[in-house]
């Protein structure tokens, strides 16, 4: 069964999800995964879908213009690509990683480039600024994968280091433990 990527764009509304899990059910295909945030006010939902053999990309994405652009929404449709990713890490073990601090543009961009350099694997990515200089504002959540093999003492280092050049506070936490203290 071929498989597409969808991405939706819109301002968020009530009836988002209905609207497109209900236009991709018209057209026989199922969702596998779905990832939806509303950021600030605008909704980004990603769907990966199995499609049936006989509905093409270009007909599906058609379908979905139509049936969502009464909601204002913007779709794209590609094709998911079942290759192997060239990226292949070894063992890994899952960490959040949290900053806190005054806001400032390239936070995430400093932060991010410090994980990247030791081939640690950003899986998901949080991040709510609000502005101004109060630290429980301005947050990012990184979940990362973090190889067996690096020098988990450099990769920590590295990092603190960053954070107090941009006067962040950061946590980095095995997601295990992140998940027990955090439970409600």
Known sequence: MNKAILSVLGNDRPGIVAAVSRTLLQQNCNIENVSQTILQTEFAGIFIVSMPPDLSLEILHKCLQEALAAINLQVHVKPLQQEVSAFVAEETEPFIITTKGPDRKGLVADISEVIASFGVNVTNLQAVFKGGNEPGDNIMI???????????????????????????????????????????
């Open 142 to 184: 990184y979940e990362v994968d973090i190889p067996s093999d690096i020098n988990r003492q450099a990769f920590y280092g590295s990092l603190r280091e960053k954070a107090a050049d941009l006067s962040l506070e950061i946590s980095i936490q095995h997601r295990n433990i992140f998940e027990t203290i955090n439970r409600i």
